[in-house]
């Protein structure tokens, strides 16, 4: 497997090219949590991990695969960039909480980074605000 990285990654000027870069085309992972999916939620609720994970978002301005103007204003995930397992957990692999694995992404993206859903990714661009687009009858 081609480990990736974030320092390879904002090499890619454009949104599609960095989610070209990440997807899996299907492809999760060897081992996935199954009956031990408590180990993940152990992690992911750990001091650590929210450490990074608060870390990661301010680096990549909360913007979705870290791309100027693709602002978050959803759920904010961060994305192993690199599949991890149940044994990565139990061992606390220094990469799983290493930034230079780790990437801001929305639902929409992490999910067609995994399962290869580029058209319904790319379908939709981020909405252009305009001052007062809300308030209709304010112009």
Partial sequence: MNIKRYSELIKFPTFEERYDYLKLNGR??????????????VFYRSKEWRSVRDFVIARDNGCDLAIDGRE?????????????????????QDYILNPEYLITVTKRTHDAIHYGDKELLLSTSPITRTKNDTCPWRH
């Fill in 28 to 41: 999760v992972g060897e081992d996935t949590f199954g009956f031990d999916r408590y180990l993940n939620q």
């Fill in 72 to 92: 978050i204003f959803d759920k904010i995930l961060i994305h192993h960039m690199n599949p991890i397992t149940k044994d990565d957990v139990l061992k606390r």
